[in-house]
């Protein structure tokens, strides 16, 4: 684990973190778990959750059981209300949500709710999740204490130059359909989101924060080829992979998350985006635009919180 990461205790801290059966979310979960945070990671498939709850465990030196699993596809809009129910029901105090799970999905595929799955697990999720718990999480938050939400963006929303790129086609329908343009897509929306977010709940004790984890070797990127870039970036892929996934560990990666949730320093501020390092940094020019933040939440609020499934 990165030692630069604040070393503030979690003690008595309840964590939930989406997508903590691999990759960045579960070297987080390690983090977190060792600093004394009470943890739950979702994951889809019980067995490698199951599997996943006990490597957490034993990583940060917890006892076994003390990490718990839910189990949830983030890309079905019921399951994230189900998830969101059943932290409610269960745990009567919620200080961080780590909104962490993503796809980078190298076909166009649509969830059950028919919302293309890059926007569904990336943006719509985090958000909905975001408005079914902040009502614990700010219940939850201490004197000079907030309840923190990070959620963790990517620098490849800078690929995207301006916001209505992202806004004019949320789900991916012009063809052809490139993966990575589709997912920066995704990132930008889920990131502008966040920052309205971070505004609209500026006087609750609930704080929002972006993240940059930066590339890393996960099952995301070693899934990944040059197919996935726009066709003028492909030449580029081989390179790019191998002074850039390659080379970071999940470990690494989890830094700036690890920042977000536990850095004494950041107590109170809002809206913020850390970079790989946690260290707050500007983020794209198309995704400081205040009217296009209000409009990426309000196109997640309708397709989450306003969807009824069919
Ligand atoms: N790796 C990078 O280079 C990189 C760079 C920038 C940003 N990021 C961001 O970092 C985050 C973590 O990425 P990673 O590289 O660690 O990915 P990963 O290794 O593929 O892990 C993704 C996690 O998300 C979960 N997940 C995937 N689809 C899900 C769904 N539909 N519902 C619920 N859970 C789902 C997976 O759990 P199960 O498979 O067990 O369900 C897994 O725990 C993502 O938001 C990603 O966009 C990654």
């Known amino acids: 684990m990165d030692t630069r990461v604040p070393d503030r205790s979690l003690a008595g801290r309840v964590a939930l973190i989406t997508g903590g059966t691999g990759g960045i979310g579960m070297s987080t979960a390690v983090g977190m778990a060792r600093r004394g945070a009470e943890v739950t990671v979702t994951g889809r498939d019980p067995e490698r959750g199951r599997e996943a709850v006990r490597r957490i465990a034993e990583a940060a030196g917890v006892a076994p059981g003390t990490v718990r699993l839910r189990i949830a596809d983030l890309g079905v809009l019921d399951d994230v209300r189900r998830l969101a129910d059943e932290v409610l029901a269960d745990a009567p105090r919620l200080h961080m949500l780590v909104n962490n799970a993503g796809v980078n999905n190298g076909t166009r595929r649509t969830t059950p709710d028919g919302l293309e799955e890059n926007l569904a697990v990336n943006a719509v999720a985090p958000v909905l999740l975001t408005r079914l718990l902040h009502g614990r999480l700010a219940e939850s938050a201490e004197a000079g204490r907030s309840s923190r939400v990070v959620l963790v963006s990517s620098s490849a ?142 196109l997640l609020d309708g397709l989450g919180v306003d969807t009824v499934r069919p």
């Open 157 to 298: 929303h800078k690929m995207i130059r301006r916001a209505a790129d992202a806004l004019g086609d949320p789900q991916a329908e012009a063809a052809p359909y490139v993966a990575m343009t589709a997912y920066a897509r995704s990132k930008l929306i889920a990131l502008m989101a966040g920052f309205a977010l971070a505004r609209e709940l500026r006087n609750s004790p609930v704080t929002v924060t972006a993240v940059d984890p930066g590339p890393a070797d996960t099952s995301m990127t070693r899934s990944m080829d040059r197919t996935f870039l726009p066709p003028a970036m492909r030449a580029g892929w081989a390179l790019y992979y191998r002074l850039g996934p390659a080379r970071r560990s999940a470990d690494t990666a989890a830094l700036s998350t690890l920042t977000a949730a536990a850095s004494a320093e950041l107590e109170g501020r809002t809206g913020l985006y850390l970079d790989t390092r946690g260290r707050p940094a500007r983020t794209s020019s198309a995704s400081r635009d205040e009217q296009a933040h209000r409009a990426a939440l309000a």
